[in-house]
Every structure is written in structure tokens, then in C-alpha cells.
């Protein structure tokens, strides 16, 4: 199959985005089966050579007809003008929340008109995106509901030996709460079932966390299991959708990486997020369900603590890579 175009976004030019993708293009084994162009500032880039001590060649193109892949270039089309001189690594800033945003924006819109395969994202900032003026998107995935008009999205995070889909994220938990019901529930069934179809895993087999403690002990501590999680799975089974549950929280997550399910369907964002970090933090990675192309990313955040000072890890950003070209050409694992 020929090589997927595929765009990875700097993120934040603040935090550790820059550095990642240095690191990470770094390595030729990123060009063998992809062909990733970089969608940020070259100064910021840079910038980040600069202070990993890596040797590379920044390429700045105006059209995506433009980009030639030779040498290990990093191509890099900048679609907002970034004043190098307001940014301070590792704070927060209206300036580099806008320029997150229109990086993503135009790797979206590349990916509407069909020009690219898919975007990878380095990771945005949520208090320097609001700072900027856009308030009503707290993260990517608001974002590409807004562009792409998807009425049902969700979050996936994968690594190795499992993943996670998740119900809900960006809610307090007392709205999370609130959001277990059956009709959702059964929307995030159906959207992770087919999303693994399509990605390569047919048939998959979905665990449902339950949201009690010991899975509401037959509603001594909580009704939830009973009202409206054992409905939606008995719901999707009866939809031909391999569903199972609801399994105690406490033990579903290890379930899965022994093999007994292919994914589980976490009810809150920390449900899942934990899981998936204590199981392997380095190799995690963000895939979003629910829209009309691949869009995967880095799963971690913008990392202001060590943002400049050459302390970041770019594995994720290379997993994502891979995760992406894995979906488009169905063979996930």
C-alpha cells in the first residue's frame, strides 16, 4: 500500500511538542511506512534542535504540493505566524493557545478536503486555549466536533495489551455520574464496536467497567449497575454487538490485558486514564471515534515542568504514528 500523508501537529509551542517531534523524526525508522510532515513553527523547532543537541534539517513549505521527502527533512507548513519573541517555555500563554488551535484547524481542514490521511497531535494546553479566546473547546475533541459536526465522539486511549474507551472525559465527576445512561451507553457501544471493526479488530469483545464499588454489591451501593449499565449491554448483545457486563472496576482493566477482552468501556475520565497509565505510561497513546478520518495522539500533556530542558520522552508521539498507519490500513492489534 502506498505510504500515508500524515499530518503531526506541534501542539503548544510552549510545552514539550517541539521537543518531541525532533526527537522523534530524529529516527528514520518514522519515514519507512508513513510519509509525516510537521504542521507548526520552524523557529520553535529550532528552537528544540537547539537544545536536545540534535542535528536537523527544518524545511519550511508553503502548499502541501510542496513537501518533498528526501534526507530525513523535517517539512513543516506553518499556518499561523508565531512570534518567537513572546514565546517563555512552560507558562501559560494566549499567544501559543492560538497558535495550538490553528495548527490543529488546518491539519483538520487538510483532512476534510482529503489531502492527507490523518493528523497526529502533539499536546495542547486547556487554561492557554481558553486564555486565547475559544472557549467552548477544552481539548482536540471538542474541536473536531465543532469542525466535523459529529454528534457522538469519544476517547480511546490504547497501549500495549490494552485499551480503553471512555463514556465520557472533560466532566466533573458528579456530571460523569449523571451521564451513565442506558441510551448513551448503548451510542458508546455501538461507536466502539465499530470503530475496532473498522480499525482491524473484527468482532471485538467489550468489557463495561461498572461505576460502584464491587459493582454495586446488587444495588446496596448504588443502583446504576442494575437501572441502566445491565440494560445497555443486554441492549447491544441483542444488537449482535460482543458486550459484557458490568465488571467491578477493580478487576475488569486486568481482565483485559490477560487476553479476556479486547477493549473496556471506562464511565469517567480517571476510570480509564489511570488504568491505562499505571499499565504502560510511555507506550499509551489517544485515538478519537466518531469522526470521518484518523486522528490519534500523544497521551500526555503539555509537560510545563520540563518544557526546554531536554527531559521529555517522544516514544509516545512514535506509537501514535504507528497506531495511525495501523488504523487506516485495518490492522490494528
Not at 517531534?21 to 508513513?34: D, L, Q, S, V, Y
Not at 451513565?180 to 457501544?189: A, D, F, I, N, S
Request: glycine letters at 10%; charged letters at 20%; aromatic letters at 6%.
Amino acid at each position: 500500500m502506498p505510504k500515508p500523508l500524515l499530518a503531526v501537529t506541534m501542539g503548544d509551542p510552549a510545552g514539550v511538542g517541539a521537543e518531541i517531534i525532533i526527537k522523534a523524526f530524529a529516527n528514520p525508522a518514522i519515514f519507512e511506512r508513513a510519509l509525516p510532515f510537521v504542521i507548526g513553527s520552524c523557529e520553535c523547532l529550532e528552537l528544540a534542535a537547539r537544545q536536545t543537541g540534535i542535528s536537523s534539517k527544518i524545511q519550511a513549505c508553503a502548499l502541501l504540493s510542496d513537501l518533498v521527502f528526501d534526507d530525513g527533512i523535517i517539512q513543516v507548513i506553518e499556518p499561523f505566524s508565531f512570534r518567537i519573541a513572546e514565546l517563555h517555555q512552560g507558562q501559560v500563554s494566549e499567544h501559543c493557545g492560538e497558535a495550538a488551535v490553528r495548527y490543529f484547524e488546518a491539519a483538520v481542514r487538510y483532512c476534510q478536503a482529503g489531502d492527507i490521511q490523518g493528523v497526529v497531535t502533539c499536546p495542547i494546553n486547556k487554561e492557554a486555549v481558553h486564555a486565547a479566546g475559544f472557549i467552548d473547546d477544552i481539548g482536540h475533541q471538542e474541536i473536531l466536533s465543532r469542525m466535523t459536526g459529529s454528534n457522538l465522539t469519544a476517547t480511546m486511549l490504547m497501549t500495549t495489551g490494552l485499551k480503553v474507551a471512555h463514556l465520557s472525559t472533560h466532566k466533573s465527576l458528579a456530571e460523569a455520574v449523571r451521564f451513565v445512561r442506558q441510551p448513551v451507553l448503548l451510542e458508546k457501544l455501538r461507536l466502539t464496536a465499530s470503530s475496532l471493526g473498522a480499525w482491524g479488530i473484527s468482532s471485538p469483545r467489550i468489557a463495561v467497567a461498572a461505576l460502584n464499588p464491587h459493582g454495586g454489591e446488587g444495588g446496596m451501593l448504588g443502583r446504576e449497575e442494575i437501572d441502566e449499565i445491565a440494560p445497555a449491554v443486554k441492549a447491544a448483545i441483542e444488537e449482535g454487538i460482543d458486550a459484557r457486563g458490568p465488571f467491578p472496576a477493580d478487576s475488569v482493566f486486568y481482565r483485559a490485558t490477560a487476553g479476556e477482552f479486547d477493549a473496556v468501556l471506562a464511565l469517567y475520565h480517571d476510570q480509564g486514564h489511570i488504568a491505562i497509565k499505571v499499565h504502560n505510561f510511555e507506550n499509551s497513546i489517544t485515538a478519537t471515534m466518531g469522526i470521518p478520518f484518523i486522528r490519534t495522539s500523544v497521551d500526555h500533556g503539555t509537560a510545563f515542568d520540563i518544557a526546554g530542558k531536554n527531559k521529555a520522552n517522544a516514544n509516545g508521539l512514535a506509537k501514535a504514528l504507528d497506531a495511525a498507519i495501523d488504523m487506516l490500513n485495518g490492522t490494528l492489534q
